[in-house]
């Protein structure tokens, strides 16, 4: 049996599945602090049976330099009580067997690169666009990683001509987290961005900011699919506005797949982060 | 005994080197059309004894997924005579010899990875800016690429504040090639970029620019190394610039080698892209 952590900065998601990377048990709960949640992770897991390997997805930043002390924590979250706790460390403590730790979105990435919309490519990029971004990416079945795992959801953007909006984060105002997130539109709106009508002129305004991103995602990473997931890509007209500003902004500088092919909405929808960390986990054994 | 070439849209580098790529001759001249400097490269290896292999960084765009019919050709640039031509084919009816074929700056980051500034990382970013800007990477000894080869010269920045200029890129107005290339500062100032003082506000303004794309690549890319070459990087206080606002930009988001170590110029200098060629040569015997 594998094991898989889908570990959100909102939610916790645990599943047990096979070797063919089919879901056989699963429960989710808020993400609360540390040792709460720790405890409703162990309580799930020590029901199953025979884990042979697990894989957890985690939101971050995170240490991933084996070689670093820092390596298996959360590092430098706003979440303050998850700031510098040590997930991998905590989780060997309970499981001895082997553990494989990567970011949320890099799980993700690994779901549809192996089983989602990327299956027959050599490279994907998976983006979420939610309460924060973030993204990461998969070339020739290793994730791009270096110094550190990548923050992408806080590069830095040109304001669309309309949008006098200075951003919402704290560390670099109107980055795309600071336009494009969930908070971002709600504080431009005074209300919930899941409350906002369909038809509410701030989704062409996101779609050009999503596109803006991509085009850069794509003249430095060159990948050949880019997945669009979390709560704000729900919104049913934002992918369409996301790849038509892209056609317009990237001006047929360089080639890439047809757009539709290339700019998708996660095949395995919710299931992306979870069934990555059970391929994760499948990788180690 | 190894070949190279370095293919310039201004000139054309050949040399010969040994298997520890020691230069032993060299030829430049500038590129003019295709036949007369096809002629000259052949002139100056059938002159050469047992050339064992080949590698050739080459302007682009150029065409380098194996199974494409374009491997090997130059592609879209805007050196009509160069467009569609295919270099790589035409060398290999001159040479039998395995030819390894690669972006001019990915030949650079290769001999920087291997011989230079970052012998010592996983990971290095070259960007060259001079009558263009461009970029390769290499991750874990292999070539950033995906769809294509990176174009991370054209990516959208916002402008500095204080510069109205709206780029010189047929493409994308102002993207950092639009707005810090030797044309955008001779566009601006009325004069060649070589010909400015040191103390010109230019400079300044071209820092901003870098800083801002370094910022991008660094949240993307997590490289180990930054190496920056190009003609405008001879200017000698861009450098200093470059690192002042990108630490500004980054505002510790995010974990990097500290930022003298992390930025520098070419330590090969203009050695870096000939010898490059030399290794991918190597690397096919």
Same mark, same amino acid.
């Given at each position: 049996m594998l094991a898989s952590i889908e570990a959100g900065g909102t939610k916790f998601v645990c599943a047990v599945g096979d070797h063919q990377f089919n879901i056989i048990d699963r429960t989710s709960f808020p993400t609360t602090c540390p040792e709460e949640t720790m405890a409703k992770i162990i309580g799930f897991f020590d029901a199953c049976e025979d884990i042979q390997a697990m894989g957890i997805g985690s939101? =971050?930043? !995170?240490? !991933? %330099?084996?070689? &670093?002390? %820092?390596? =298996?924590y959360i590092t430098s979250t706003p979440k303050t009580k998850w700031r510098n706790y040590n997930f991998l460390g905590e989780m060997k403590k309970h499981y001895q067997c082997p553990i494989g730790w990567t970011t949320d979105v890099n799980a993700a990435c690994l779901g549809e690169y192996h /089983? =989602?919309? &990327?299956?027959?490519?050599n490279s994907c990029l998976y983006l979420t666009v939610g309460t924060g971004v973030g993204g990461g990416a998969i070339f020739n079945g290793r994730f791009l990683e270096g110094f550190g795992h990548a923050e992408m959801g806080h590069i830095l953007l040109r304001n669309h001509s309309k949008d006098p909006f200075q951003g919402s984060c704290p560390y670099h105002g109107n980055c795309l987290e600071g336009l494009a997130s969930g908070p971002a539109i709600e504080k431009r709106c005074g209300v919930k961005a899941e409350e906002l009508d369909k038809n509410h002129p701030i989704w062409e305004m996101i779609g050009y900011y999503l596109a803006q991103a991509l085009v850069n995602y794509t003249l430095i990473l060159r990948p050949e699919k880019i997945v669009l997931g979390g709560g704000v890509m729900s919104q049913s007209k934002v992918l369409e506005f996301v790849k038509k500003e892209f056609s317009l902004m990237l001006a047929d500088y360089v080639e890439i797949p047809a757009v539709d092919e290339y700019i998708? /909405?996660?095949? /395995? =929808? %919710?299931?992306a982060g979870i069934t990555g960390g059970l391929i994760l986990a499948h990788q180690l054994i």
């Open positions: 939101f =971050g930043p !995170i240490g !991933i %330099n084996h070689q &670093a002390p %820092n390596y =298996g /089983l =989602g919309s &990327a299956t027959d490519k998708v /909405l996660p095949s /395995l =929808g %919710n299931n």
